[in-house]
């Protein structure tokens, strides 16, 4: 089954503590990308690749990090949370050629930082 | 860069009833329009899309329609029913950038029996 999954699904955590929510995908997707979710703002990128060893910042990228070195999986990274990430995130994958192509998204990971 | 703003916020009909929502964007470069629709603890799901070659589009009960003049687009849903109740967004894309979209605010539709 073609699909996006996302680990862990629920999540909380202390202030600095590292942490890495993967994902990873079935489909051959070139590009991937990671979004929070926040009420009254919608989803907003905070890291997209389009292929491997190619990452770029989204709109909000501080206090993340992410890394390609396979196809399949785009693992983010929250060197040092903070209670201000928390929020619900999510994971997405595309074909990544040509104008307009489908995102496909994760179930999603809700994660809380006290 | 990109910039989408999404109205209402909330909209409640009756069943039955058509629900129009609206966005605009401001890169007139943007050439792709999707709609996600997202129930209740669900991940956000593509619904129906247009590309800047068309003005109008209609799968069954949704449409949508573009106006790049003006660059906005807006989703409309007739005839409808309770499963339609959820939060939907908009999108706009430049489709050489391979995927990126910037997202509207989301509207919260409800629809009631």
């Known amino acids: 089954e073609a699909q996006v999954t996302q680990n862990p699904r629920y999540l909380i955590t202390v202030t600095g503590k590292k942490l890495t929510v993967t994902c990873s995908q079935n489909?051959?997707?070139?590009?991937m990308s990671w979004y929070r979710q926040d009420p009254g703002l919608g989803l907003r990128q905070i890291y997209y690749s389009m292929n491997v060893e190619v990452t770029d910042k989204g709109d909000v990228p501080e206090g993340y990090k992410v890394s390609r070195k396979e196809k399949r999986n785009f693992p983010l990274i929250l060197e040092s949370p903070s209670p201000n990430q928390t929020s619900l995130y999510f994971c997405?994958?595309?074909?990544?050629?040509?104008?307009?192509?489908?995102?496909?998204f994760g179930p999603g990971t809700r994660l809380t930082v006290t | 860069g990109e910039n989408v703003e999404q109205h209402p916020s909330t909209l409640s009909v009756q069943e039955g009833d058509s629900a129009v929502i609206k966005c605009t964007y401001s890169?007139?470069?943007?050439?792709?329009f999707p709609w996600y629709k997202q129930e209740l603890g669900k991940r956000p799901q593509l619904i129906i899309d247009?590309?800047?070659?068309?003005g109008e589009k209609k799968d069954q009960r949704i449409a949508v329609t573009l106006n790049k003049t003006a660059k906005h687009f807006s989703l409309h849903i007739t005839e409808t029913q309770p499963e339609d109740s959820a939060v939907y967004f908009c999108?706009?894309?430049?489709?050489?950038?391979?995927?990126?979209?910037?997202f509207g605010q989301g509207t919260e539709l409800s629809v009631k029996p």
């Open positions: 489909m051959n997707h070139e590009y």
């Open positions: 999108a706009a894309s430049k489709g050489n950038q391979g995927g990126k979209l910037i």
């Open positions: 890169d007139s470069a943007s050439n792709y």
């Open positions: 247009i590309r800047s070659n068309v």
């Open positions: 997405a994958s595309s074909l990544g050629r040509g104008m307009g192509v489908e995102q496909y």
